[in-house]
């Protein structure tokens, strides 16, 4: 009973007498570091330092399968906080900057590790719960460089967890993803549709076929129907703007990922999507990232499709959806 109330308030026992528990004392000391506030200096980078051998150690040598939930995961937060770059500040010591770009990649491994480790398989499903909680928050950074790191953690996460995976959690994790498909930094963007493909192919293909229609939607509304000189918008007219490229660079990425996501079959969504992605393939309808995207998943398509097996494949499609198709893959010839 002595045992089982100490672990409970977090204390340890010697004798009669009641002393704290050395690890949650050690977990405040950590938590702290990321709240100092000011110009960095060699001391706090040195706690952070610490703080990553920690987590490592916690890792590979951790002897209590607890220790995941209760020190991994409070510091994750903070994990994703110390790979941000420093300002770019004169005033800053040089060697503290070198020894940030060390630290943050200490932390980026670290990330990495966490995102891949078994250990949350011998809890129950709180803990996968609680790391999508985190990077819900981490997904809304300011620095894109978090954000990018974000979308990394949870390709390898879900691809790692996904048989431990709820529907709810599922639908949590391709939601966050979804959010950063329209990240003004292509990097992010990137990221977050390589995740998501790997997340729609561990999906069922009537759950991602009910999505693609749903985007399918988005897709068609959010062409652009007559050129628009961004510079001169103002106030209401602005906000839609911005609005409507928002969600034709979701819808765009979301199909393109659907489609990658089964590289050499062709459910019954596959042949829609390409027909909807092939609208936005033209100057006149999108921006040049959305067109990139486009006519790079039209090619892989192609790549993976386009075989022996074309024949097979092709019964899927109906004319016009073909006609879409060889619009965006076929080569202009050089007289037309």
């Given amino acids: 009973q002595r045992k089982l109330h100490s672990k ?120 996968i719960t609680r790391v999508l909680r985190s990077l819900d928050k981490v997904s809304l950074h300011d620095i894109w460089q978090v954000r990018h790191a974000a979308a990394h953690f949870l390709r390898c996460f879900q691809g790692c967890h996904k048989f431990l995976f709820t529907e709810s959690q599922t639908k949590k994790t391709t939601k966050i993803v979804a959010k950063l498909l329209a990240d003004e930094r292509k990097e992010v963007s990137a990221a977050a549709m390589s995740a998501l493909t790997g997340i729609l192919a561990s999906t069922s293909p009537n759950a991602v076929a009910r999505m693609v229609d749903k985007y399918i939607k988005k897709a068609n509304n959010s062409v652009i129907k007559k050129k628009k000189v961004r510079q001169n918008l103002k106030g209401v007219a602005l906000e839609n703007e911005f609005s409507r490229a928002m969600k034709q660079q979701t819808s765009v990425y979301f199909l393109c990922a659907a489609v990658l996501s089964r590289p050499y079959d062709t459910p019954g969504y596959a042949p829609m999507a390409l027909a909807a992605l092939s609208k936005h393939s033209y100057e006149r309808s999108a921006p040049f990232t959305v067109r ?45």
């Fill in 8 to 127: 409970l308030s977090g204390k340890t026992t010697l004798g009669e007498e009641t002393l704290p528990n050395p690890g949650i004392q050690i977990l405040k000391r950590m938590l702290n570091v990321s709240k100092t506030s000011g110009s960095p200096t060699k001391e706090q980078q040195h706690s952070l330092n610490t703080t990553g051998f920690f987590i490592f150690y916690c890792l590979h040598y951790g002897d209590n399968k607890n220790e995941y939930a209760d020190f991994i995961l409070p510091l994750l937060p903070m994990a994703f906080e110390a790979i941000k770059p420093l300002e770019d500040e004169d005033d800053i010591d040089p060697d503290v900057r070198m020894l940030q770009a060390t630290i943050a990649k200490g932390y980026r491994y670290s990330i990495a590790e966490i995102s891949a480790s078994c250990f949350v398989t011998y809890n129950n499903s709180d803990d």
């Fill in 292 to 336: 990139e995207a486009v006519k790079l998943c039209c090619r892989e398509f192609k790549r993976t499709h386009m075989t022996d097996n074309w024949e097979l494949h092709k019964q899927q499609f109906t004319q016009d959806e073909l006609e879409a198709l060889e619009d965006v893959v076929s080569t202009p010839h050089y007289y037309a």
